[in-house]
Nanobody, 120 residues
Framework: QVRLVESGGGLVQAGGSLRLSCVAS????????MGWYRQAPGKQRELVAA???????NYADSVKGRFTISRDNAKNTMYLQMNNLKPEDTAVYLC??????????????WGQGTQVTVSS
C-alpha cells in the first residue's frame, strides 16, 4: 500500500501559476507508475500528466506547454507545475500511484485531492 498526500492548491487568477505537491509514504522505486488527475464538478476524472515507463511523461493535450510534471525521488515527492492557468483548469487535482506486486493485478491508490480554482 501507499499513502498519498497532495498540497499546493488554491485560488488564482487566470494567467497565474501554482505548484502542486504529492508526497508518497513509500519510495518511488517501489511504485510502477504515478500521475496527476483532475475532476471538475459534473465531469469525469481525467488524466492531466503522468510518468509512464522509466522517466517518460505523458500530458493531456489541454495542458501541454503549460503544465510540467516532475519528481524528487529522494523526497518521495511528485510535483505539478501549472503555468498560464485558465478557468477551465478549475478542478480537484488528485495524485495517483499504481503498484504491481509479483504476478498480481495492478493496485491503484489515490490521494484526497487538492482544489484548484482559477478565476477569470
Amino acid at each position: 500500500q501507499v499513502r498519498l498526500v497532495e498540497s499546493g492548491g488554491g485560488l488564482v487568477q487566470a494567467g497565474g501559476s501554482l505548484r502542486l505537491s504529492c508526497v508518497a509514504s513509500r519510495s518511488f522505486f517501489s511504485i510502477n507508475a504515478m500521475g496527476w488527475y483532475r475532476q471538475a464538478p459534473g465531469k469525469q476524472r481525467e488524466l492531466v500528466a503522468a510518468f509512464t515507463s522509466g522517466s517518460q511523461t505523458n500530458y493531456a493535450d489541454s495542458v501541454k506547454g503549460r503544465f510540467t510534471i516532475s519528481r524528487d525521488n529522494a523526497k518521495n515527492t511528485m510535483y505539478l507545475q501549472m503555468n498560464n492557468l485558465k478557468p477551465e483548469d478549475t478542478a480537484v487535482y488528485l495524485c495517483n500511484a499504481v503498484i504491481v506486486v509479483g504476478a498480481g493485478p495492478p493496485q491503484s491508490y489515490w490521494g484526497q485531492g487538492t482544489q484548484v480554482t482559477v478565476s477569470s
